[in-house]
């Protein structure tokens, strides 16, 4: 565990080195910024997040890559995968740890959204329960786009090729997942409509916390940071 | 301490390593040399649990590689061939951050960096970002990190590469200073250095050990392993003929027309290379001796023992043509 916490705080202090993290957060504090405006802050709208919340879902198909292609690839490329490697680290310390320090990351950069809920609060009475647990489902959808995004990352040196990768992979969760079911047997549709994630996430915007939704998230993650570990493994066999 | 019985790598249809034995007794400092390409970062990346082998094995510290190698990683201080290191971290917080991952608890860690602050020469530049030092700076850099655990192995690959003559000398002083305490294994292609350093070396080339012993056993085997040049004033040929059946010599070499820079032309001075038959004695009193009697002058008489530049080339050399194709 200790491994893991040392591995996600030096990723994450990293971070704030790269001139990457500094504008992927303004060019989402600019998108965010735009929708606020022109969606949620305009006359006889209601005082909630809610459409927002879901914009903001789909800018982190182009955001959150960008943060987590480089958690692996930089490693891969700069050579610094051999001392870390040959330290006494587990694989799966290595990726918890990165994952771990780029949520942290993400959830950093989705802090000064919160100006929106001050700026909201200021001029009518929002409730409060959707916009937590809108939160709670966007910190749920960052994760699993940063596990995918971990994965991705583990399988090549070549940051841009996990940057796309990831996007793809997202897109199958998202775009695929809801247009599929006009094309699938009955039997499969619902598979579908499952892993779509925005429908996933819709109850969390709605001021429901739906266990079945969390499990679907937490499944996820669980899911892509495995296939990452393996990745990571396999060296051993090659 | 280090245990590697037939230890063979292929990269895809490439036999980068065939069959190699090793034995480093502890507490000793062993070299592994060779010609480039041929097997050394591969075989110390299998030692400490980077690669793994295609067959054979390697114990270190008594752990398999392969079946224990969080157990190997634990007992190994690795200083990797191209010495990477976060170029964002400051030098202080670099090995903290290693010092954590070897489960160094905090207040262990602040010690031995001061430590190692003074003894790896870091005092000036701890708070400085690793991406800003100069080469030999990193390698200090990288030898503190190696060396911040303790570990009873040291494993550095070209650990003096790029360096200036000081700081060789010093990075030098360094490793023999842990002889007895550390078993070390250190791969370079600089012989010299290997000499000063190492008790012990091994050679590989085109993935095969092709010798190991002493630095002066391996000098020893050397074809003409020692010569001594004389220079004389004397007719060459006369020279040759008396200094060949002499007893105890081998061989005789004439260079007949050995001109100084800035000195006299050739007028009559030539320089007689002569191997003795047993490199071990000294025939330098009969050379002197039969120059004397003969009334030549003489103007040098040095003794030259064979370079270990000499004997590696000779021992790679077959090799290193199928390496260099």
């Not at chain 1, 969606?39 to 879902?57: C, G, H, K, N, S």
């Not at chain 2, 000063?196 to 050990?209: D, M, R, S, W």
């Amino acid at each position: 565990m200790r491994n893991t916490l040392a591995i996600a705080s030096r990723e994450l202090t990293s971070f704030f080195y790269s001139p990457i993290a500094y504008v992927v957060t303004c060019l989402f504090m600019l998108l965010a910024g735009f929708f606020f405006l022109t969606v949620t802050f305009q006359p006889d709208q209601p005082a909630e997040l809610r459409q927002l919340f879901t914009v903001i879902v789909w800018i982190l198909i182009a955001v959150v890559p960008a943060i987590s292609m480089r958690l692996m690839s930089e490693e891969l490329r700069s050579g610094t995968i051999e001392p870390l490697m040959t330290s006494p680290v587990s694989d799966l310390q290595v990726i918890a740890g990165k994952w771990l320090g780029s949520l942290a990351f993400f959830i950093l950069m989705l802090v000064p959204t919160i100006a929106y809920v001050i700026i909201i609060e200021i001029h009518a009475d929002p409730d409060y329960g959707p916009i937590l647990s809108g939160y709670t489902g966007l910190i749920l959808v960052g994760g699993l786009y940063l596990a995918i995004g971990s994965f991705a990352s583990t399988l090549t040196r070549n940051q841009i090729i996990a940057f796309i990768l990831t996007v793809f992979t997202i897109l199958i969760f998202t775009i695929a997942a809801a247009l599929a079911p006009r094309f699938l047997p009955n039997s499969l549709a619902p598979v579908a409509s499952y892993l779509n994630v925005n429908r996933q996430y819709d109850d969390f915007s709605k001021g429901l916390i739906d266990i079945s939704n969390i499990v679907f998230f937490l499944s996820a993650i669980a899911f892509f940071l495995t296939l990452a570990v393996k990745a990571l493994e396999s060296r051993k066999w090659r | 301490m280090i245990e590697v019985q037939q230890l063979t790598k292929w990269y895809g249809p490439v036999l980068a390593l065939d069959r190699i034995n090793l034995h480093v007794p502890a507490g000793r400092i062993v070299g592994f040399l060779g010609p480039n390409g041929a097997g050394k970062t591969t075989t110390i990346r299998i030692l400490t649990a980077f690669m793994p082998a295609s067959a054979g094995s390697a114990k270190l510290n008594g752990h398999d590689v392969f079946s224990q190698s969080a157990l190997v990683r634990d007992s190994i201080g690795y200083l990797p061939e191209s010495n990477p290191l976060y170029s964002e971290m400051r030098v202080e917080e670099h090995l903290h951050h290693f010092g954590k991952l070897h489960q160094m608890p905090r207040n262990l860690r602040r010690k031995r960096i001061d430590e190692l602050a003074d003894h790896c020469g870091l005092s000036h530049i701890r708070r400085r970002l690793v991406g800003q030092l100069s080469k030999g700076n990193r390698q200090r850099v990288g030898i503190a990190q190696a060396l911040l655990h303790n570990p009873p192995i040291l494993i550095l690959d070209e650990p003096t590469a790029g360096l200036d003559p000081t700081q060789i000398t010093e990075i030098r002083k360094l490793i023999t200073s842990l002889a007895g305490q550390k078993t070390i294994l250190l791969s370079t292609h600089i012989l010299p250095e290997a000499e000063k350093t190492c008790e012990q070396l091994v050679i590989i080339a085109a993935g095969k050990i092709v010798a190991q012993g002493t630095p002066d056993q391996l000098k020893a085997q050397v074809r003409q392993s020692a010569r001594i040049i004389i220079e004389l004033k004397a007719d060459p040929l006369i020279v040759r003929d008396i200094f060949t059946k002499l007893p105890g010599v081998a061989e005789v070499q004439i260079d007949a027309m050995k001109k100084l820079p800035g000195a006299d032309s050739r007028d009559g001075w030539c320089a007689a290379h002569i191997t003795p038959n047993d490199p071990q004695s000294d025939i330098r009193e009969s050379l002197g001796q039969t120059a004397q009697n003969h009334h030549w002058l003489i103007r040098e008489m040095r003794h030259e023992r064979a370079s270990l530049e000499e004997y590696f080339i000779q021992i790679t050399a077959p090799q290193s043509n199928i390496v260099a194709a």
